[in-house]
């Protein structure tokens, strides 16, 4: 374990379903981070959460919208997706932004939108 | 614009031997570069990182390259054991949130 926990670690649902991807660190970090990494793609930041507060949101789609309660945990709402949303979804964690420091990941949820 | 590149998409190495990954970066002004290691059904993992004061770093069996001249990052790893099959990605970051990852090396270790 990494110290950041991605629930489920696997989703199947459909293009009409409504799911919630959960991310939680206990590393003390303040920034948490969700990227989405596609086959033969670089890992593409999707939004950047700093001390609860939405830094970044890289022109996501709004079928993907993110939560971010307290600095410990991170939701990625999901509703209406296309097939071509079917990626391994990241949570990431820095202790600050990240020009100083790396970052730690989650394993990651795999979804597959049929 | 920004970008960050991998001369080789695969790499075969023999157990035992050095292994070199390479990477390209665009933006004169990134500052601080990482190196993570992903192996199959796991996230990226921090290896390495150097800032841009910096042209080397080592670790342990790990040593980080910096050549902002030409704006060339290299990772090699000593004495290459099948534990180091994994893709290697290199990420650059110009300070703040947004740090740009490659796309990504295959380092395979041949036994």
């Known amino acids: 374990e990494t110290g950041v926990t991605q629930t489920p670690r696997h989703l199947v649902m459909g293009m009409t379903n409504k799911k919630s991807l959960k991310c939680e660190q206990h590393?003390?970090?303040?920034?948490m981070y969700w990227y989405k990494q596609s086959a033969k793609k670089p890992l593409e930041l999707m939004f950047v959460?700093?001390?609860?507060?939405?830094?970044e949101n890289n022109s996501v789609p709004s079928r993907f919208s993110p939560e971010c309660p307290n600095s410990s945990h991170l939701f990625l709402h999901l509703h209406t997706l296309q097939p071509e949303d079917s990626a391994l979804y990241l949570c990431?964690?820095?202790?600050?932004?990240?020009?100083?420091?790396?970052?730690?990941f989650g394993s990651g949820t795999r979804l597959t939108v049929v | 614009g920004e970008s960050v590149g991998l001369h080789l998409p695969t790499l075969s190495v023999q157990e035992g031997d050095n292994s070199i990954i390479n990477c390209a970066y665009s933006?004169?002004?990134?500052?601080?570069f990482i190196w993570y290691k992903q192996e199959s059904g796991k996230g990226p993992q921090f290896i390495i990182d150097?800032?841009?004061?910096?042209d080397k770093r080592q670790g342990q069996r790990v040593t980080v390259l910096l050549n902002k001249t030409v704006k060339h990052l290299s990772l090699q790893i000593a004495a290459t054991q099948p534990g180091d099959s994994a893709v290697y990605f290199c990420?650059?970051?110009?300070?703040?949130?947004?740090?740009?990852f490659g796309a990504g090396t295959r380092l395979f270790v041949k036994a």
């Open positions: 590393l003390g970090h303040n920034a």
């Open positions: 990420a650059e970051n110009t300070g703040g949130f947004k740090t740009i």
């Open positions: 959460y700093n001390f609860k507060e939405q830094t």
């Open positions: 933006n004169s002004a990134s500052d601080y």
């Open positions: 150097i800032r841009s004061n910096m």
């Open positions: 990431a964690s820095s202790q600050a932004n990240g020009a100083n420091y790396g970052y730690t």
